[in-house]
């Protein structure tokens, strides 16, 4: 089926940069609309970014101005650039496509496993 895998997380201090990477394969026609999520310990999954396939971007209010998403068509690759880190930004941050088409016209909804990012005050 579909995969999505993302690197890049680990532990930065407050203020750096860091860059996600979230690579997908398998039976894929378009990516039509991918996100970046976050789960912080003890709280709920939120959204931080999405991009459509048409390149257009919405971003949650608390990283407007700091992260930036993007893909690369060519390597079926979303990216999250994060700069100006917060300890808040600590979390689980997982890839999503939602929705992905398939070779086969299916619309399907796909989860990384995730990426650890913390930051150190």
């Known amino acids: 089926q579909v995969q999505l895998v993302e690197s890049g997380g680990g532990l930065v201090q407050a203020g750096g940069s860091l860059r996600l990477s979230c690579a997908a394969s398998?039976?894929?026609?378009?990516?039509?609309?991918m996100g970046w999520y976050r789960q912080a310990p003890g709280k709920q999954r939120e959204v931080v970014a999405t991009i459509r396939s048409d390149g257009s971007t919405d971003y949650a209010d608390s990283v407007k101005g700091r992260f930036t998403i993007s893909k690369d068509n060519a390597k079926n690759t979303v990216y999250l650039q994060m700069n100006s880190l917060e300890p808040d930004d600590t979390a689980v941050y997982y890839c999503?496509?939602?929705?992905?088409?398939?070779?086969?016209?299916?619309?399907?909804?796909?989860w990384g496993q995730g990426t650890l990012v913390t930051v150190s005050s």
């Open positions: 398998g039976n894929i026609f378009s990516l039509r609309v």
């Open positions: 999503n496509g939602n929705p992905i088409v398939t070779r086969t016209f299916r619309y399907i909804e796909v």
